[in-house]
């Protein structure tokens, strides 16, 4: 099967919703692929319950739907994925699902792009031909865990990614040594302690820790 388009956009995350609208806004055909069976899969599948947007919702918006003037400050993730379905909802988006992009080049000839797409529920190939390409695949589609750390194919407990975690009702009671001290390392970590687990984290780098009383001192003062 081939098809030809405007605009190809790889992604139906954010940004690749966003892309979308903005060109069905000015009437511009283009096509959406996504691997998953679902837009928006790292919000759906492999986000923590308590996540929130940690910027503003000011700054996180998509383009021409703004957040209404009652929602807090910084979205919980449900109502963050409430919103992105309103959004392609309301712009008319219409990502093919189950599609896994295999090869993209550009064909010089036909001065327009050339993609090879899977589909995972009928096994087949599928060619697309477009104008322009739009890669909207993010950077955190894919759970890393180093296989070369001394005793990890010894330890008899569970071993999980980040994207992978829920919240930490099972936990409960339970040694969670949590690597990293990123925005889900640390969140992870203070849910983890909120249901009764005992948590160590380990930090690969110095860091500076503060104290809630101790930051809104800083804050006051520095301005």
Known sequence: MER????LIIGAGPAG????A?????SIPNIVLEREDCCASLWKKRAYDRLKLHLAKQFCE???MPFPSNAPTYIPRKDF???????????NVSPFYNCTVESASFDHSRRSWVVMAKNEVLGTMEKYIAK???VATGENSEGYIPQNIPGLDLFNGEVMHSSKYENGKKFEKKKVLVIGSGNSGMEIAFDLSNWGARTSVVVRSPVS???KICFSYFFLNFF
């Not at 919703?17 to 979308?20: D, G, R, V, Y």
């Not at 994925?81 to 712009?91: E, G, K």
């Open 4 to 7: 030809e388009t405007t605009v």
């Open 17 to 20: 919703l966003a892309t979308s």
């Open 22 to 26: 903005c060109l069905n806004l000015k």
């Open 62 to 64: 998509l383009p021409n």
């Open 81 to 91: 994925i409430r919103y992105l379905d309103d959004y392609v909802s309301y712009f």
């Open 132 to 134: 322009f390409l739009v």
């Open 209 to 211: 820790a503060l104290s």
